[in-house]
């Protein structure tokens, strides 16, 4: 067993990354950011056991997991990674558990530069809150900004997450080879978040979201932000091979392209004239995109499958219905 200021160091040692704008970090009653001019954006998320994520998931995996669903709410506000806060809620810990999650998170953490500057830590059942600050260069990438007319595209790879929780979970039998079960597994619990896609878009892409309750869902948000409705080319939805093992059958692979949740991948939408532009970004980045539809006027919040007079209806994760 470690005593709480024991983990707090722990923590501290093993995270590597500092910002040139710490003025303090870790250790006193807040941390002290200098900043230049600018915006910062700020974004909280919360994982509570066998909610957010089954009771097995592993230290390491928890603390990349904690730390990506959040980068992916900067990425979707085009806005550069720099600090995060971490509330930990443990049961019990030993110093294996603390060591295992910073080492989780700092490989992620590595990868953009970002500093975790404090937290708090409790003791009651497991919980992890992480609050992300990052700075927006030119203009935040919102919700509201898209027009009718403006293609839709998506990044990745969508419903491969929620496949990974239902082989989890027993529910699609012995299915797949060992490799593309573990690739799903992986995109569970290691969701890549698009910190250099949504960067890169601020500057070409007129609204964004990430998608983390399913495509259906989070499109109604950014639809309803920017008064307007949506024609979704479901051909467009090409699943992966790994996808498309594990669900055999067609309609229940549309459903968990549409509806699963956790694929922390980019939804955007920019005007025809910037084809070109978000090609070369996705070549730039090495993310994949896909143009899957366009925004139309219309019933506000509305989605219809292209050919199809019936909306599609969200069936997405709400944690209060
Ligand atoms: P206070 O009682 O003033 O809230 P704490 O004893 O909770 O202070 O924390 C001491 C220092 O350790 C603070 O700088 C706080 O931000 C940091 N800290 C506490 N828990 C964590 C954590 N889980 N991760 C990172 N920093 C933490
Ligand atoms: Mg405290």
Redesign the pocket.
């Known amino acids: 067993m470690v005593t709480?200021?024991e983990?707090?160091d722990r923590?501290?040692n093993r995270l590597r990354q500092r910002q040139p704008q710490t003025q303090l970090s870790?250790?006193?009653?807040?941390?002290l950011l200098n900043l230049n001019r600018g915006t910062l954006a700020a974004a909280v998320d919360t994982l509570v056991a066998g909610v957010h994520f089954p009771e097995q998931t592993t230290a390491a995996d928890l603390g990349w997991k904690s730390l990506a669903v959040n980068l992916s709410d900067l990425a979707a506000m085009g806005a550069t990674p720099r600090w995060a806060?971490?509330?930990?809620t443990l049961p019990q810990v030993g110093e294996s558990w603390v060591d295992e999650f910073a080492d989780g998170w700092a490989e992620l953490a590595d990868s953009v530069g970002i500093e975790?500057?404090?937290?708090?830590?409790t003791r009651g059942p497991l919980s992890i809150s992480v609050t992300v600050l990052g700075e927006v260069a030119q203009r935040p990438l919102l919700r509201s900004g898209a027009s009718a007319g403006d293609d839709l595209y998506v990044s990745g790879q969508l419903g491969e997450a929620a496949a990974g929780l239902a082989l989890l979970q027993d529910r699609l039998g012995c299915v797949g080879s060992d490799a593309q079960r573990a690739a799903l597994l992986a995109r569970l619990n290691r969701p890549a978040p698009r910190v250099a896609l949504g960067q890169a878009l601020a500057a070409q892409a007129s609204a964004a979201i990430d998608v983390s309750d399913g495509l259906l869902s989070d499109l109604a948000h950014l639809l309803r932000a920017s008064n307007l409705a949506a024609m979704l080319d479901l051909n467009r939805l090409q699943p992966s091979a790994a996808l498309a093992a594990v669900i055999p059958d067609a309609r229940a692979r549309t459903h968990c392209m549409l509806n699963g949740g956790d694929d922390y991948e980019l939804l955007f939408s920019a005007p025809a004239s910037a084809a070109d532009a978000i090609d070369q970004i996705s070549a730039d980045t090495g993310t994949a995109v896909r143009r899957i539809g366009r925004l139309d006027q219309g019933t506000r919040g509305l989605i219809y499958a292209a050919g199809s007079e019936q909306p599609l209806v969200a069936q997405g994760w709400d944690h209060f219905r």
């Open positions: 709480e200021f983990l707090i923590l501290r870790i250790g006193d009653d807040a941390a806060l971490l509330a930990l975790l500057i404090g937290g708090d830590t």
